[in-house]
């Protein structure tokens, strides 16, 4: 039960990660494999949350970019469109 309990947390956390909740943490003290493990597991939530929040940011700024390239585009076509009205 030692061994089974905390190996079968952790598939149920795997299954849980696998549908889509990244927040899900291993709580394991032990510094036996089970622990090292869990903590693996941890490290690499952490690892996958710190990526989307890059890849959110990343995006955030390429949206901002893309819609001032297409400002600067639209405002001179209008300066010209009025200054032959």
Known sequence: ???THPLRK???MI???QEGDFSVRF???THDEIGML???FNNLLDKLNQQM???IAINSRKNAIEVD???SQINPHFL???HQI
């Open 27 to 29: 709580n394991n003290q």
């Open 80 to 82: 010209n469109n009025q």
């Open 10 to 12: 952790i598939t149920s």
């Open 38 to 40: 869990g903590e693996s």
């Open 15 to 17: 299954h849980r990660v």
């Open 69 to 71: 390239a297409l400002r």
């Open 53 to 55: 929040d890059d890849i």
């Open 1 to 3: 039960n030692n061994l």
